[in-house]
């Protein structure tokens, strides 16, 4: 007996490991929305199987985790339905997304508009430092700059999968709705949540829609942010010439003569030069960085990715 205490003890403290592992992992977003998935799945199989859900789960039921076809049918429906339709079904639903954003002007209030753009304290532009980086063949700085789209590229593909698997979550709960009121007599875990919750059934229903709404805003029309790297060597640099063409611009553009509509082209086409270095790499609705330079267009004021630096923008008279 004495020797079987220790073995017991290692047993339980393992277990008591494998639990908390599990809790403290379940409050990653990702990890979560795919559990909910799948409990979802798991109960709209079992209706379709027994004509009861996981709510109305009775002990006899444990005999479905002996039934190999069912299980090898389930698990196989869910990989193609996640790997093949959803993938699918999502493209789908995204475009038809941007298109309303696109046909309804009234969308576009909930998306902050754009401040002119101005570069922060030590911040430059990461196509100017991979410029530095390839000018002076630096494999230090060459290896920051890949570094940093290394970061942004993860920080966005984490982003689309949080959308991705916010939509799954909330299609598959009005999929396990549909099908529970579809078998007569059956209760999936939507349709038992509600009368669980009781009076706050409704609340609760509105914080999810609106929660998942958010989410898929924030996943697929994200903020705008500057595409930038902080290195105050080369922001120094910078400032340098944007004052000194500024500099230039006002003593070129000055002086009492010349008609008023040649002064203010000169003055803009000198604005334009002067501030072509601050210019981002992309709006909030454009692809990452690609390594050009980025150009403005004078009538939009749209930064786009294109192959000049400079661009000098005429005023209409």
Request: proline share 6%; with cysteine.
């Amino acid at each position: 007996m004495g020797k079987n205490e220790p073995d017991r003890t290692n047993s339980s403290s393992t277990t008591l490991e494998k639990g908390l592992g599990v809790l403290d992992r379940s409050w990653d977003a990702q990890w979560a929305l795919r559990l909910i998935c799948l409990v979802l799945f798991l109960d709209m199989a079992m209706i379709m199987r027994t004509e009861r859900g996981l709510w109305q789960w009775l002990p006899e039921d444990k005999a479905l985790l002996s039934d190999v076809g069912w299980i090898a049918l389930t698990v196989v429906s869910f990989s193609t339905i996640v790997a093949i339709v959803m993938p699918v079904i999502l493209t789908f639903l995204q475009q038809l997304v941007f298109a309303l954003w696109d046909l309804v002007p009234s969308f576009h209030i909930l998306t902050p508009s754009e401040a002119s753009y101005r570069r922060g304290l030590g911040n430059v532009p990461i196509y100017k430092f991979r410029d530095l980086a390839l000018s002076e063949r630096d494999e230090f700085l060459y290896q920051l700059y890949k570094a940093e789209r290394q970061r942004k590229e993860a920080i966005r593909r984490s982003r689309i999968r949080d959308g991705e698997l916010t939509a799954t979550a909330l299609l598959a709960a009005l999929a396990d709705w549909v099908i529970a009121h579809q078998w007569q007599g059956s209760i999936g875990v939507i349709s038992g949540l509600w009368p669980f919750l009781g009076d706050y059934a409704l609340l609760v229903l509105t914080v999810v829609l609106l929660s998942g709404l958010f989410m898929l805003k924030w996943a697929w029309f994200p903020p705008y942010k500057p595409d930038e790297i902080y290195f105050p060597p080369l922001d120094r640099q910078l400032r340098e010439e944007e004052e000194m063409r500024k500099k230039s611009c006002t003593k070129n553009s000055g002086g009492p003569s010349g008609p008023p509509i040649k002064k203010n082209q000169a003055a803009t086409s000198c604005l334009a030069n002067a501030t072509s270095t601050e210019s981002p790499s992309g709006f909030s609705t454009s692809s990452p960085d690609s390594g050009t330079s980025p150009d403005v267009l004078c009538e939009t004021r749209i930064f786009l990715a294109m192959r000049d630096r400079h661009v000098i923008c005429d005023v209409a008279a």
